[in-house]
C-alpha cells in the first residue's frame, strides 16, 4: 500500500489556527499537522533572510513528518519566505512537494468585497514593509487602491490573551484611526494576520458599521477546496482518517493554554526541538 500523506500547516506561533480550523471545517476527512514555530515567534520584524531561514527549517520539518502539501498560514512567512521556497527548493530538493501561502488566495477575491474599490490591510510590519497584497491585489483588480496599516502591538495583546480586555481599546483604536486617516472611502479592511480575528469583537466597536471585515481563514479554505479538486495527484495521495497532530517549538503547556483560544476547543501538542 503506498503511504498517505497530511497536509501540513504552519505558522510562526498561534495565529494560523485560525486558518486549520477554518480548513479543517470545510475538508474534515484528511490528515493534518500543525507546526507552530513559537520558540521564534513572532516573525513580523525579523529580515526577509532569516523569516526565510527559518520557515524552509520548518516546512522541512513537516516534510519529514509525512506533509507532501504544506500550508504558510502566516502572512509574514507567505510574504517573505513562500517565492523562495517554491522557486529554489522545492525545484531542486522536493520535486513533489508543495507549499502554498495566504496571500494570493486572498488577493484573488479581496476586490470584490469593495463598492468603493478602496480597501484597508492591516498587517505586521513584516507584512506591510513586503508590500505583497499591494502588488498581489493589483495583478487580480488593478483598479483597487490598496493602504495598508501596520499594526505591531497587536499580535502580543493577542498572544498573551488581552486582546479582549480594556487596555487593548487604546492600540486597536489607534490603529484604525491611522488607516481610516489614509482614506475615508475605505469600506473592506482585509486583517492580513492570522492573529487578528481574535480582535474582530474590539475592532467593530471602533469602526464604521459600513466596514467590511475580512478574515482570512474561510478565504484559504474555498481555495484549498478548489486547489485540490484541481490537483487530483495530490488528493488522492492524502490520509483520509482525520487525524490530527499538534507540534510546538515553545514551551507545551503555554502553546496548549494559547492555542485552545485560538482553535475554541482543547488540544495537547507535542514539542518540537530545532537545531
Known amino acids: 500500500m503506498k503511504n498517505k500523506f497530511s497536509i501540513g500547516v504552519f505558522d510562526s506561533g498561534y495565529g494560523g489556527l485560525t486558518v486549520f480550523k477554518s480548513i479543517a471545517e470545510q475538508l474534515p476527512q484528511y490528515n493534518y499537522i500543525y507546526f507552530g514555530d513559537n520558540a521564534r515567534s513572532p516573525y513580523g520584524d525579523h529580515s526577509f533572510e532569516t523569516v526565510y531561514q527559518y520557515t524552509l527549517q520548518c516546512v522541512e520539518w513537516l516534510f519529514a513528518q509525512g506533509c507532501q502539501l504544506v500550508i504558510l498560514a502566516c502572512n509574514t512567512a507567505s510574504a517573505k519566505a513562500l517565492r ?68 505591531p502591538m ?6 498573551n490573551n488581552e486582546h479582549l480586555a480594556g487596555g487593548a481599546d487604546y492600540f486597536v483604536n489607534k490603529y484604525v484611526i491611522e488607516l481610516l486617516q489614509q482614506s475615508e472611502q475605505i469600506d473592506c479592511i482585509l486583517l492580513a494576520c492570522t492573529h ?6 474590539k475592532l467593530k466597536a471602533f469602526l464604521p458599521a459600513h466596514i467590511k471585515l475580512l478574515s482570512q481563514g474561510d478565504i484559504v479554505a474555498k481555495s484549498l477546496v478548489d486547489y485540490l479538486s484541481r490537483h487530483t495527484e495530490i488528493e488522492t495521495s492524502l490520509g483520509k482518517e482525520r487525524k490530527r ?22 488540544l495537547l501538542a507535542s514539542q518540537v526541538k530545532l537545531s
Open 245 to 266: 497532530s499538534f507540534y510546538t517549538s515553545g514551551d507545551v503547556n503555554i502553546f496548549n493554554k494559547q492555542a485552545s483560544v485560538f482553535l475554541g476547543q482543547e
Open 196 to 201: 487578528y480575528p481574535l480582535l474582530v469583537p
Open 154 to 159: 497587536w499580535v502580543p495583546l493577542v498572544e
Open 84 to 151: 523562495s521556497i517554491q522557486q529554489l527548493d522545492l525545484p531542486k530538493k522536493y520535486p513533489n512537494h508543495r507549499v502554498l501561502g495566504v496571500i494570493r488566495p486572498t488577493a484573488e477575491v479581496v476586490g470584490d468585497f469593495s463598492v468603493n474599490k478602496k480597501i484597508g490591510v492591516m498587517g505586521t510590519r513584516g507584512t506591510v514593509n513586503s508590500n505583497s497584497y499591494p502588488i498581489e491585489i493589483g495583478h487580480f483588480f488593478p483598479e483597487v487602491k490598496v493602504y495598508q496599516q501596520a499594526c
